[in-house]
Nanobody
Framework: QVQLVESGGGLVQPGGSLRLSCAAS????????MGWYRQPPGKQRVLVAG????????YTASVVKERFTISADNAKNTVYLQMNSLKPEDTAVYYC????????????????WGQGTQVTVSS
């Protein structure tokens, strides 16, 4: 059973930066990509960034493009999300999860979610 542990969230002022980490342990997803989702209060969980296991292909949602960057360290089974120029609308719980990359799209893979990490952007 895979376990995902997200960390790095916190309270930050608008314009600030945070780096989220997601450490995977146990039986790793039989997937070919990983991604970061976020769930704002009262809203659905949505994919904001994805990266294939090779690192050659990445995706960032239009609302965070140019501000968020996803990366991975396969040796450490860790995925990162660098978030710059944060805005109040980026406030959410952030989760990582395995993905399946096919046909240019990322699809949610089966498996458990971690506990997430809270990001709050406020002055």
């Amino acid at each position: 059973q895979v376990q995902l542990v997200e960390s790095g969230g916190g309270l930050v002022q608008p314009g600030g930066s945070l780096r989220l980490s997601c450490a995977a342990s146990g039986t790793i997803f039989s997937t070919n990509a990983m991604g970061w989702y976020r769930q704002p209060p009262g809203k659905q969980r949505v994919l904001v960034a994805g990266i294939t296991n090779s690192g050659r292909t990445t995706y960032t949602a239009s609302v965070v493009k140019e501000r968020f960057t996803i990366s991975a360290d396969n040796a450490k089974n860790t995925v990162y999300l660098q978030m710059n120029s944060l805005k109040p609308e980026d406030t959410a719980v952030y989760y990582c999860h395995g993905l399946n990359y096919a046909g240019g799209n990322y699809y949610l893979a089966s498996g458990p979610w971690g506990q997430g990490t809270q990001v709050t952007v406020s002055s």
